[in-house]
């Protein structure tokens, strides 16, 4: 126990920030997928072809391809790419991006394709009667969004949004390999220092766990709130 | 874009593949029973023994593959006890600890697959197997387990493709798989696009195969 100890003799302080450092950097990247996901779902439900083969792009490679590897694609790549835009503009010093944004975007850009997929699902299985409804009461197409399709969507999406923000925040454990320190390269770096990798990999275990049992219990208080009415 | 890279990464990584697919199949197949297993435990009517079932997928549900890898990997080599006993053999090597994790993991999945689709049977079915007077082991073995298995394809298809994506993980515990591989060119050659684009079709048309081949059971197999 005198290893969760907070302060310099044990690990407790530097896990609790790491552990907001995996919760931040899941947050982050989940809102970085929903503007994804606000980019892409209406290209996968818009009626020309072009635009859906785009949609389905996307959603299709980043789901087919492993995590780790879009990871590695960031780390190795971010760099470069903004140097490369950057040299147009004339700056052609070192640019290094910091391992949080690097994280957060690719987590995000995977975690976006997951949201998509939920979104897409959820309007069309709205009933059509509530699109044509709206038209006929002769309500502008973005108030029909908003006040129509939103509520009802959302309803229908939260369920499945939920299971996204559980693969998020455990994706979030594969940043650990650039560098980023959040809960695993915490661990990681405790196991080696004090050479007890069982009792730190299970700490970061249980850690986990409590992640996603509180935010679990905090989504189905969501779930009920907008099931009101059904 | 260097296209000479690609081809020449092109074999090695093909060559990554098969240890990939090695990981795949091995730990598909042990998980499967691990499921099978723990689905029917989770049916049991005994308190103890469901929730132990239920603690089980949870746990392994609710917390990330790398964990459970560092903890099989690096974790259990610490315990002094282990290291005597004759398991030691397959723990030191990381090939079977990624399968061990991996075969926990997708057994986690698969068996809440699996109980989901045994709940969804008609009781009709059950009932007639009842009325022609089969016995209850024959009912299991020849009418729930075919028709759960049927019921299960297409979550079982997804869980195919998201443990291929899973084996990535292997690269971790120093064992060269297609994901290893990318990530050794890249750190040595400064190219990660072309490398992505090789890796990333590889893992895409495995993909592929698996969907299709599931499309094509679901066809099959479709008894309504």
New interface residues.
């Given amino acids: 126990m005198e290893l969760l100890a907070f302060g310099k003799t044990g690990w407790g302080d530097e896990l609790f920030y790491a552990t907001l450092m995996t919760l931040a950097v899941s947050v982050t990247a989940m809102i970085i997928g929903f503007l994804f996901a606000l980019i892409f779902t209406p290209l996968k439900l818009s009626k020309y072809k072009t635009l859906n083969l785009i949609g389905n792009f996307y959603t299709t490679v980043i789901r087919g391809v492993p995590e780790l590897l879009v990871i590695y694609l960031f780390f190795f790549g971010g760099s470069g790419a903004i140097m490369f835009v950057a040299s147009m503009f004339g700056y052609f010093e070192y640019i290094e991006i910091n391992a949080f944004i690097t994280g957060s975007f690719a987590i995000g850009i995977i975690s976006g394709a997951y949201s998509t997929e939920v979104f897409r699902g959820a309007i069309q299985s709205i009933d059509k009667g509530q699109f044509e409804a709206s038209k006929v009461l002769g309500i502008k197409k973005h108030i029909q969004f908003y006040k129509v399709i939103l509520p009802q969507m959302l309803r229908l999406a939260i369920p499945n949004l939920s299971n996204v923000w559980q693969i998020t925040l455990k994706d979030t454990s594969l940043i650990s390999v650039t560098g980023l320190v959040e809960i695993m390269r915490q661990s990681y770096i405790a196991a080696g220092s004090t050479r007890d990798p069982l009792f730190f990999y299970s700490f970061a275990a249980v850690l986990y766990l409590l992640l996603t049992y509180l935010s679990m219990k905090l989504i189905n208080r969501l779930e009920v709130k907008y099931s009101r009415g059904y | 874009m260097d296209f000479e890279l690609m081809i020449t990464s092109f074999p090695k990584l093909l060559n990554a593949t098969v240890i990939t697919l090695k990981l795949l199949s091995a730990s598909l197949f042990f998980g499967l029973f691990i499921g099978l297993l723990f689905a029917i435990l989770r049916m049991n009517k005994n308190p103890i023994i469901n929730k132990f079932a239920y603690g089980y997928s ?2 392994f549900r ?7 890898i ?2 099989i990997y ?6 002094e006890y282990l290291r005597s006993t004759a398991l030691w053999v397959i723990l030191k090597e990381p090939y079977w600890c990624a399968i061990i994790a991996f075969a926990l993991n997708t057994g986690a999945y698969t068996s809440e697959i699996l109980r989901s689709a045994f709940q969804t049977i008609k009781p009709g079915f059950i009932e007639a197997g009842k009325s022609l007077g089969i016995s209850n082991k024959i009912i299991f073995y020849k009418i729930q387990i075919p028709i759960a298995i049927r019921q299960s394809l297409p979550a079982y298809g997804n869980e195919i ?1 998201l443990m ?6 292997a ?2 515990v120093t064992l060269m798989d297609l ?1 290893g591989v ?2 050794y060119i ?2 040595t050659t ?1 190219k ?2 072309e490398v ?1 684009v090789v ?2 079709g590889i ?2 048309f495995m ?2 195969i698996v969907h299709s081949l599931i499309k094509y059971l679901e066809k099959k197999y479709n008894y309504q």
């Fill in positions: 949870y746990i609710g917390t990330p593959l790398l964990v459970q560092f903890i690096f974790g259990l080599g610490q315990i493709i291929l994506k899973g084996t990535s993980l690269s971790t994901t990318a990530k890249i750190s400064f990660p696009i992505f890796a990333g893992y895409l993909t592929f």
